[in-house]
């Protein structure tokens, strides 16, 4: 499943990922309302912190730095619609900005009561 980069979440403790995005929201185009385009709109779909080396994770770190905004609680983004249980992440991209696509791959979708 191909997904695109909404947000993220820092990673805490020590070693590689401590301090920056290293968990990341994924979602998919919302259907576009009247009068709006493809992609002006997102729905949150996933949540992914692992599956990924720390290569890879420093490339995508590399190619989103300068494109991240810190999520504000009192005025959230308005283009990503967050799923009712979706944790609130750190930081936010406007895909239009800076789209990168996440081939995500599982062999089942569990729900999360998070």
């Known amino acids: 499943m191909d997904l ?3 947000g993220a979440w820092f990673g805490e403790g020590i070693g590689g990922r401590s301090g920056t995005p290293s968990h990341f929201l994924l979602g998919v185009p919302a259907p576009a309302a009247e009068g709006s385009s493809f992609g002006d709109r997102w729905q ?3 949540k992914v912190g692992t599956g990924y080396t720390y290569q890879e994770l420093s490339t995508l770190q590399y190619r989103m730095s300068g494109h991240w905004k ?5 005025r959230p983004p308005r283009f990503i619609e967050l799923t009712p249980v979706a944790e609130l992440p750190d930081v936010y991209v406007n895909p239009k900005e800076c789209g990168i696509v996440l ?3 599982a062999s089942s979708i ?3 009561d998070k």
Do not use: G, K
Not at 70 to 74: F, K, L, N, S, V
């Open 4 to 6: 695109v980069i909404l």
């Open 44 to 46: 949150s779909f996933a």
């Open 70 to 74: 810190t999520w504000d609680r009192a």
């Open 103 to 105: 081939e995500l791959r």
């Open 110 to 112: 569990e729900p999360s």
